[in-house]
């Protein structure tokens, strides 16, 4: 693999599968073919599956043999199974998980008024009008104000012409186009411009809504107009668009590379809510989906415009809000699904890697004061790179008379692993004998442990050991829990309790898994692997700097 331009794409790779995909799809000309059986309306043959209508409260679509071939052909151009969607009604039934305690919250009548926002980039029709017909099915009439299609450009026909002539016969729809492609970011912006309700929503194009969605968000806004509040994201399966229920215990985090993690909601945050259907304060958010007071919004300085496409404004919204006297929260009692796709079918004009270096650089630049030397240790190529100019970001700061970074850190998201106060050995963990480096690959938690050539650019090669004798990649920890050796290791959120994550390693000598009392080995193949220690030069690894023990390093 190529050296930082392989890190790069990597690192969007993490961005896109942890956190939520903003949806600019690549779709194909027609999506009504006669040999598909599906007319827009999204009435199928239903014989083609049985008699019943397929993905009905929630379930997942088999394809049938015989379209297996068309089927995957489609889900390359979308990836995501665009035949499936197709065949599912764009008002197809969900059933209503909220947990029971919702069923008793009584919220007021004279809730807030939203505008919906959808931004969209060659999308395919049924997922985007299954969304459309999810908001306008599953809101109630007084609080739904209007449902704005941003279009950023898109270049299918079906998007144009027939979707005017489509949704002029819903309520509430309006449709904006832009004259030029302008990405997730200033796409919203422009669709902001044309809301007219107190609060704005925003939603990817490939979502479903679910029922009593809306009022939990707007009563929070209600409540307090400095929140901004996400619904619980369910998951909908790219490949048979089976709903699967959220957990409702997870909370957005991040990492020092600057991605997006779904972590686990502490118990301190679960004790301060008192209630199930309390706010679960988040220290950032996915980004897809979330309403805000549309004053509000224009107070805090709306999104960085000078940020690109998409990618890393869902951290900076969050930094900026939490530092600037605002709060994140998701609510428990309001669901929306969401296709999360594997990989993303579309480009980015200046490559994915530019567009995101530059915006995450803006993130560090601005909101993060010292700590944005965590991010350019793992990402040591962006030192010199341009990011464009900061001035009004930071006079917007000043004006806001925002916290620290340091104060978030300690205030709201206190349990994040901070390297400078923990750590012996940092950099590359090599070993010698074979100039391969443990890697990554982008991947997060429950991944296996990778081994490549070093390439000297850190990213996913960036490794530290702990004084707590862990072995940290990113924001997890090396784990093993197999009784047999010659198996391999995994990365799972580390829990600072030792015993499966507990590594004993002294400088240039093997890492020996206390537990077991084995040693990491290089093996054969692509992920390393646990075997009985034998002082063999597949078992010795060196990282790039050891530390002195008793003394905190400097970021």
């Not at 827009?40 to 379930?59: A, H, W």
């Not at 047999?484 to 093997?510: I, R, T, Y």
Request: glycine content about 6%.
């Amino acid at each position: 693999m190529l050296l930082w331009k392989r890190n790069l794409r990597r690192i969007v790779l993490v961005v896109v599968s942890a956190s939520i995909a903003v949806g600019f799809i690549v779709i194909i000309a027609s999506v009504a073919k006669a040999n598909r059986k599906v007319p827009r309306d999204g009435i199928v043959d239903n014989s083609l599956f049985g008699g019943g209508q397929p993905g009905e409260n929630g379930r997942g679509v088999v394809v049938p043999p015989e379209y297996l071939e068309e089927s995957r052909k489609l889900f390359q151009r979308n990836k995501f199974n665009q035949w499936v969607s197709d065949r599912i009604s764009l008002h197809r039934s969900l059933p209503d998980a909220r947990i029971s305690e919702c069923n008793s919250v009584n919220y007021p009548h004279d809730l807030p008024t939203t505008s919906v926002i959808i931004v969209f980039h060659n999308e395919a029709w049924s997922t985007l009008l299954r969304t459309v017909h999810s908001v306008l099915d599953r809101s109630p009439s007084h609080l739904l104000n209007e449902i704005i299609l941003v279009d950023d450009k898109s270049d299918h026909e079906e998007l144009h012409a027939t979707l005017e002539k489509y949704v002029s016969k819903l309520s509430k729809i309006k449709i904006v186009r832009n004259k030029a492609r302008e990405g997730l970011i200033r796409s919203r912006l422009n669709g902001f411009a044309h809301a007219t309700s107190p609060t704005v929503t925003f939603l990817d194009a490939h979502c479903e809504a679910n029922v009593g969605w809306l009022e939990p968000l707007l009563y929070r806004i209600k409540q307090n107009r400095s929140a901004v509040v996400c619904p619980e994201i369910d998951v909908i399966n790219d490949d048979t668009f089976e709903y699967t229920y959220s957990s409702g215990n997870v909370r957005g985090s991040f990492n020092w590379n600057l991605n997006f993690r779904w972590k686990a909601v502490p118990e301190y945050e679960n004790k301060r809510r008192g209630s199930r259907t309390a706010g679960i304060r988040s220290p950032t958010m996915a980004g897809g989906l979330f309403t805000i007071h549309s004053e509000y919004f224009r107070e805090i300085g709306l999104y960085d415009k000078e940020m690109e496409i998409w990618g890393g404004e869902n951290l900076e919204i969050s930094f900026r809000i939490w530092q600037c006297g605002g709060i994140l929260e998701i609510m428990p009692c309001s669901h929306v699904g969401h296709v999360f796709r594997k990989s993303q079918p579309y480009t980015f004009p200046k490559g994915t890697g530019e567009t995101l270096s530059k915006n995450l650089q803006r993130v560090a630049e601005v909101w993060m004061d010292n700590y944005k030397q965590y991010f350019y240790k793992r990402q040591p190529h962006l030192k010199n790179h341009p990011f464009g100019d900061i001035s009004k970001r930071l006079e917007l700061r000043k004006k806001l008379k925002c916290k620290s970074f340091d104060w978030y850190i300690k205030n709201v998201v206190p349990e994040i692993f901070r390297p400078n106060s923990t750590i012996s050995a940092r950099g590359e963990l090599r070993n010698p004998a074979s100039g391969d480096c443990i890697d990554s690959f982008g991947a997060s938690e429950h991944a296996f442990v990778g081994v490549y050539k070093c390439h000297g650019q850190m990213g996913n090669q960036y490794i530290t050991y702990t004084k707590n004798e862990e072995i940290v990649v990113e924001d997890n920890c090396f784990d093993y829990a197999n009784s047999q050796p010659s198996n391999k290791v995994k990365m799972l959120d580390c829990h600072s309790m030792k015993g499966n994550q507990q590594w004993l390693h002294s400088k240039k000598g093997e890492l020996i898994h206390a537990p077991t009392g084995w040693c990491l080995d290089r093996g054969s193949e692509k992920f390393v692997v646990l075997n009985p220690c034998n002082n063999g030069p597949s078992q010795k690894w060196t990282f790039s700097e050891y530390l002195d023990r008793s003394k905190a390093p400097e970021i």
